[in-house]
């Protein structure tokens, strides 16, 4: 149990820092809007139950009420058609739910380009200076875009072309879903696709090749900068919904200092 001692000491003394990479969940954060005919999920929201009055003399505590894809959350494979036959977001192996962490800066493209695609060659320049993705890695995509969580308009981006945000080419995300060992991708943006992707081939294609090959998606993450290129270790903590295709999440990173 030496790594474990080792590894309880070191977030006791301050060596290992706990960075917290989540976006919190509010009736404010910033939501997925999907046009007509398509449905909404709703936003988040909390009803009031008691309130140390006569419904709870002693305890407040509240419903309640959102959609599972709500501020930072977790893609199960059964979220999309191509993964429909695997795992729900509570029986995604818990070993896949604690990893390395990859970070790949393109926040300087993202803010020049706001449609900015990662391809492959984007990927395989990153490998070169940082070494291979390891197995069970989380791919996370730094954008910048953490910035713009404070108004829904300016994160979602959108105008009557529809939105722009970065996100990951169509061969891209085929190349990781089928070429890397990555657990996962993770993204600071509403879905882990581009907002461009709805005309793509396959449309929407990070979620369709990704979800498709059992690897899982990551949302709104903020503080991504804080993070090293590698030698985190990232810890994603979605809710165990019996049949849900993907829940909001606590995310976690431990950073040696």
């Not at 981006?157 to 657990?183: F, K, M, R, Y």
């Amino acid at each position: 149990m030496t790594v474990l001692t080792d590894l309880t000491a070191a977030l006791v003394d301050g060596s290992i820092e706990v960075i917290d990479l989540t976006t919190p969940l509010s009736s404010s954060t910033p939501a997925l809007r999907l046009p007509p005919p398509f449905s909404n999920l709703i936003d988040f929201s909390l009803e009031q139950v008691s309130a140390y009055d006569e419904p709870g003399p002693y305890w407040k505590h509240h419903n309640i009420h959102t959609g599972e894809h709500i501020g930072t959350h977790v893609d199960a494979p059964v979220h999309w058609i191509s993964g429909r036959d695997g795992h729900d977001v509570a029986s995604i192996p818990v070993a896949r739910l604690v990893g390395p962490a990859s970070v790949i800066d393109v926040s300087a493209e993202s803010a020049a380009d706001p449609d900015f695609l990662l391809e492959v060659e984007h990927v395989e320049a990153w490998k070169r200076e940082h070494g291979p993705l390891a197995a069970g890695t989380w791919l996370l995509m730094r954008t910048g875009w953490e910035t713009r969580a404070g108004s829904e308009e300016t994160f979602l981006n959108a105008d009557a072309t529809g939105p722009h945000t970065p996100g990951v080419s169509a061969a891209c995300a085929q190349w990781l879903a089928e070429q890397t060992p990555i657990a996962g991708l993770g993204v600071e943006t509403v879905g882990i696709d581009a907002g461009s992707a709805g005309g793509m081939d396959p449309a929407f294609p990070a979620h369709y090749f990704l979800l498709g090959n059992d690897k899982y998606g990551l949302t709104s993450l903020r503080n991504l900068g804080a993070l090293p290129p590698v030698g985190a270790t990232i810890v994603v903590s979605p809710l165990p919904i019996v049949g849900g295709t993907g829940s909001p999440a606590r995310v976690l990173a431990l950073v040696e200092k």
